[in-house]
């Protein structure tokens, strides 16, 4: 089944330990975009990458990295999470950068 | 980017066909017209998407003006599943960073 996936779905951290959320897809998506969701902000582009080794800050990037190593996986690292960086957060991707976006199932993240 | 504006809410009954509208009054001629859906604890999902001709697919109709200023997302027959939040999103295919600008979008309630 084509999907996209995202690990773990659910996270309660402390501020200042550093946490990853894991993404994958297996459609071959050359592009790959992280949101971050928040009340009365709708979803917002943290980061997005073209292709492996390529990628970009989108509209909200500050606290945030991302690798893209391989084709299917674009993780997303918190070094020092802040309760600020508290969100639901979605990975998705797409063929290409104009193409339909395909949504992963959701983290929630809370940093206490 | 071109805005849209989108009623807050909408009511229907279930296997009634339900309108829901959209106006963007500022959009130009390279903005494709995209829905997506927003069902409770799940990411966004492609509804459809057009540019000037109507059009269908197995979710939905897509009935776009003249002079495409709005559009209408129809679904023919509600069911419960359809109970979500509605985003009505104008993309330019020129825009670089591929991410999609969700608005608040409509939150459609479909009663039995």
């Known amino acids: 089944e084509a999907q996209v996936t995202q690990n773990p779905r659910y996270l309660i951290t402390v501020t200042g330990k550093k946490l990853t959320v894991t993404c994958s897809q297996n459609m071959n998506h050359e592009y790959m975009s992280w949101y971050r969701q928040d009340p009365g902000l709708g979803l917002r582009q943290i980061y997005y990458s073209m292709n492996v080794e390529v990628t970009d800050k989108g509209d909200v990037p500050e606290g945030y990295k991302v690798s893209r190593k391989e084709k299917r996986n674009f993780p997303l690292i918190l070094e020092s999470p802040s309760p600020n960086q508290t969100s639901l957060y979605f990975c998705?991707?797409?063929?290409?950068?104009?193409?339909?976006?395909?949504f992963g199932p959701g983290t929630r993240l809370l940093v206490l | 980017d071109a805005k849209t504006t989108q009623p807050n809410s909408m009511e229907s009954n279930e296997e009634e066909p339900v309108h829901l509208p959209c106006n963007h009054s500022t959009i130009s001629g390279t903005d494709y017209i995209h829905w997506y859906r927003q069902l409770p604890s799940q990411g966004p999902e492609y509804v459809i998407h057009?540019?000037?001709s109507n059009v269908n697919n197995r979710m939905a109709s897509l009935a776009i003006a003249e002079d495409r200023k709005s559009s209408t997302l129809i679904l023919h027959r509600a069911t419960l599943r359809d109970a979500a939040v509605y985003y009505c999103i104008l993309r330019d295919v020129g825009r670089s960073q591929g991410n999609l600008i969700f608005g608040k979008g409509t939150k459609l309630s479909v009663k039995p």
């Open positions: 998705a991707s797409s063929l290409d950068l104009r193409e339909t976006q395909y």
């Open positions: 057009g540019l000037t």
